[in-house]
């Protein structure tokens, strides 16, 4: 019989309950929640909190493609808050990293409890480079023990091996210019969406109104070009109505 696989940090299943409550625990405000985007036709979107302030995007992988234009889209740095790197010691840290890039650029809205693990994370790492906040990550007992747990929910567990987790989370947010800013822990800078013709939107900025829209289109365009896989699931965090 074949020995189960240790993970450092397992993959998490793709459940905004089960999210919401992993984020809650280290210290995000039980006021702001993950929430499922049902879909990405306009009157699904329509669905969706005008609160949001983040999307994370969970898919499978079409790993060429994929690989290709992300390294394509890398030439503009964009202002953000926060961003850090998923090294391979966060081998399947993703979900979290991509929950830490939707409430850390968020602070001024989205409060952390003060004592909190996240808080606590947040100080310390705040100072150093994103190299050096994926290693100070790994080295969080307090947040990697309730990782651990989220890990054993859902269908999460049932994945044996590092080559059978398929499946990957990224962030859509926006900057203090109100820019559309993508945000994924195995690219070494943030991505530049707004105004990047990469991408189709030519926006300089992204607003309230638009938010929602513009990164289902974006998620659109990748799905038609075949970038990433139509096994997706889309969440918004939103304040709780």
């Known amino acids: 019989m074949e020995k189960k696989e240790v993970f450092n940090w397992p993959p998490l299943e793709s459940d905004p309950e089960i999210l919401t409550d992993y984020m809650q625990s280290l210290g995000m405000s039980k006021s702001w929640e993950l929430l499922e985007v049902i879909g990405l036709d306009p009157e699904l979107l329509c669905m969706v909190p005008k609160s949001t302030v983040a999307l994370v995007l969970t898919y499978a992988r079409a790993e060429a493609k994929e690989v290709k234009a992300k390294k394509t889209e890398v030439a503009v740095t964009p202002d953000i808050n926060f961003y850090m790197w998923q090294t391979k ?17 968020n602070l001024a809205i989205v409060p952390v409890a003060e004592g909190s693990p996240l808080k606590e994370f947040y100080n310390v790492a705040i100072k150093q480079s994103p190299e050096e906040r994926a290693a100070t990550l790994d080295g969080f007992t307090s947040i990697k023990s309730v990782h651990r747990d989220c890990g054993k929910k859902g269908q999460s567990n049932q994945v044996e091996r ?11 947010t926006r900057n203090d210019k109100k820019q559309l800013i993508e945000l994924d822990g195995v690219v070494k800078k943030p991505i530049l969406l707004s105004g990047n013709c990469l991408c189709n939107l030519r926006i300089e900025k992204c607003d309230d109104a638009d938010f929602i829209k513009t990164v289902a289109n974006e998620i659109l365009k990748r799905l038609s070009e075949g970038i990433v896989s139509d096994r997706m699931a889309l969440m918004a965090l939103s304040l709780k109505e």
Request: proline share 0%; aromatic share 14%; hydrophobic share 45%.
């Open 162 to 172: 590092k080559e059978d987790t398929q499946y990957h989370f990224i962030c859509f």
């Open 89 to 105: 010691t966060l081998d399947n840290a993703c979900g979290l990293i991509a929950c830490i890039h939707a409430v850390f650029n």
